[in-house]
């Protein structure tokens, strides 16, 4: 059975850092592609970062590009958000998903195997 666990939010004030977390388990995790998306109330869920299977390939989104890093460790079957300068705007439920043999796409529907989420909240 293929599931992704995330964890590590919460709340925090402007300004501050959180890292989320990301476990797999029943996938071959170096084979799929990583993606982290949130859905604040009322918006559209949206692709914030996302890495390929490979590592080579990574997307940010222009409202985190310079704040937010993904990375992976294949290894223990983790994927990692690195939250900086948080603002309110970050608020959200963040969601990880996985894709097999993507390349980190930033669409939804490419991705098929998603977490349960993890509330953001970001005070200011």
């Known amino acids: 059975q293929v599931q992704l666990v995330e964890s590590g939010g919460g709340l925090v004030q402007a300004g501050g850092s959180l890292r989320l977390s990301c476990a797999g388990s029943g996938l071959t995790f170096s084979s799929y592609a990583m993606g982290w998306f949130r859905q604040a109330p009322g918006k559209e869920r949206e692709c914030v970062v996302a890495?390929?299977?490979?590592?080579?390939?990574?997307y940010y989104s222009e409202s985190v590009k310079g704040r937010f890093t993904i990375s992976r460790d294949n290894a223990k079957k983790t994927v990692y958000l690195q939250m900086n300068s948080l603002s309110p705007e970050d608020t959200a439920v963040y969601y990880c998903a996985a894709e097999y043999r993507g390349g980190g796409s930033s669409l939804r529907r490419d991705y098929g195997t998603w977490g349960q989420g993890t509330q953001v909240t970001v005070s200011s």
């Open positions: 890495i390929s299977w490979s590592g080579g390939n990574t």
